[in-house]
Every structure is written in structure tokens, then in C-alpha cells.
């Protein structure tokens, strides 16, 4: 009698094993590559340091990332130490998503009604370029 109670409780201790092993096993998560920006937001981007080429160099990069540049050019000065984004047009969520995709947290809202202007958001880079996430090894 003994010899069942041991051969039963082996067999109850090995189902619950497969049981608890089948529960157990990986959940394969699907996670997206790289997140590409959900609308067309209309970027300007203005050289604010100086370097030869780097409105460009971003524009590049942000263009990749989805974004819309409409314009290259300098900024009034070449005296901006960091990189900044403002938000042109009341769309603060847009200039927010350009800002997470440089690293930068340096955003301000500048809203100046003019009826010529097609861009939502203007980046100004600054001497920061080169920490940049989205510049590393330029």
C-alpha cells in the first residue's frame, strides 16, 4: 500500500511540474526597431555655433527620423551654447517630440503671428552639437 502512495504522489509532483513549467515559459515581447514620428511636423533648423554644415548634418538625421525640414540656415548668432527647440505655432507636443529625439531638454514656446511662416518648430543648434544622441560619431 505504501508503494502506491509513493508511485501516486510521484505522479501528482511530476503532472504539477509540467503544469507549473508550461505557465512558466517565455512570452516572446515584439518591441518596434525605431519609432518613427506619427505626423509631418515642419522643422526649421538654424546653425547657432558655427560649425560648417551641421544645420544640414541634423536636418539629415531628422529627415531619417520622419521629420519634415523645410529650412537650412544660420541662426543671428553663432553665440548658443546649447541646443534649443521652440515652438513656433501653439503645438507644444510637436516641438516636445523633436526635443526627445536630440536629448535635449532645453524647449521654449515663441509664438510670433506670421502669416508666411509654414514651419511648427524651430531647432537652433548650439556648441552641444557633438552630445547630441542623434550626431554621435560625426
Request: hydrophobic content about 45%; aromatic content about 8%.
Amino acid at each position: 500500500m505504501k508503494r502506491w502512495i509513493w508511485i501516486a504522489a510521484i505522479c501528482i509532483f511530476g503532472l504539477l511540474a509540467i503544469v507549473i513549467n508550461i505557465g512558466w515559459q517565455q512570452q516572446e515581447i515584439l518591441i518596434p526597431a525605431t519609432q518613427k514620428t506619427s505626423q509631418n511636423i515642419r522643422i526649421e533648423i538654424l546653425n547657432g555655433c558655427g560649425k560648417d554644415g551641421i544645420a544640414k548634418q541634423l536636418g539629415t538625421k531628422l529627415r531619417e527620423q520622419g521629420f519634415d525640414v523645410m529650412t537650412l540656415g544660420n541662426a543671428g548668432s553663432y553665440a548658443f551654447s546649447e541646443t534649443l527647440v521652440i515652438d513656433r505655432v501653439g503645438k507644444i507636443h510637436y516641438a516636445k517630440q523633436v526635443a526627445n529625439i536630440l536629448g535635449t531638454q532645453n524647449l521654449i514656446q515663441q509664438i510670433t503671428p506670421d502669416p508666411f511662416r509654414i514651419e511648427e518648430v524651430t531647432v537652433i543648434v548650439g556648441r552641444d552639437y557633438a552630445h547630441l544622441p542623434i550626431l554621435k560619431n560625426q
